[in-house]
């Protein structure tokens, strides 16, 4: 039972930070559940299990009354889901901790693009990109969700800020609504390879799901100018984290 406190409250206030700000939940949640000593497979798939849950909740809260690209959600979510199974046969397979430090140099430059142009993400925008170009992303971003997912949903809401012109809180909620299947199907291939532990996977995915609901209303009550704030800051740190190591 203390175990299961401790995962339910670790993964409530890791999802509550990371749908307000934007930031990763599982770059706080994966190293604790490897430190309560779980492998890495497990404590991925647990994320995704989870992520496949609170996702819902995320997209649900930002997207409310806003525009929503359906043809560019639908072609990045199958697109998106082969890559994600990719990701989870080289979680199994590899060690994803050379993957680590080139996406959060990528993080670290995207954020910085955006300090360096403020008005990505502050406004909404004509699109730059067609729906195919920002569709083809969907590949290495799902193989990486897949593989371990922290920092995606920067990469990913900086990718709709700047080439479809949204603002912070349709972006997220974009990433939020493709990473839903994203995360379903990654947590599919954990369950097949054998890798799911009940134990754990339960109580993370009750906190995140009320950490992520409870995250993203406060997020749309306190607006898209703070929320780019918050984001932007735990993007440098996340990337810094991911450049550095854990």
Partial sequence: MPNVAIVFSLAFVA???????????????????IAL???????????????ALWTVAGA????????????????????????AWVGVRLTIGLDPAR???????????????AWWRPAIGATERPPRWPVPCTAGVALPLGCYEGLLGSGNSVATTLLFAMTRGHGFLR??????????????FAALGYWLA?????????????????????????GVRVG??????????????LGGKLLLGW
């Fill in 171 to 184: 972006a997220l909620g974009h990433y939020y609504l493709i990473a839903a299947p994203w995360c379903a």
């Fill in 60 to 83: 649900r809260n930002y997207l409310k009354g806003r525009l929503v690209e359906w043809p560019l959600v639908g072609a990045m979510m199958v697109i998106g889901m082969a890559g």
């Fill in 15 to 33: 999802t509550l930070l990371g749908s307000l700000s934007g930031g990763s939940s599982s770059l706080l949640t994966t190293p604790a559940w």
């Fill in 224 to 237: 898209g100018r703070v929320v780019r704030g918050l984001f932007l800051s735990a993007g440098l740190i």
């Fill in 37 to 51: 000593g779980y492998p890495l497979p497990t404590a991925v798939g647990c994320d995704k299990v989870a992520g």
């Fill in 99 to 113: 993957v680590r430090p080139l996406v959060g140099g990528f993080i670290v430059a995207a954020v910085a693009l």
């Fill in 194 to 218: 054998g890798a799911l532990v009940p134990a754990l996977a339960v109580p993370a995915t009750l906190g995140a799901v009320l950490g992520g609901h409870l995250g993203s209303r406060l």
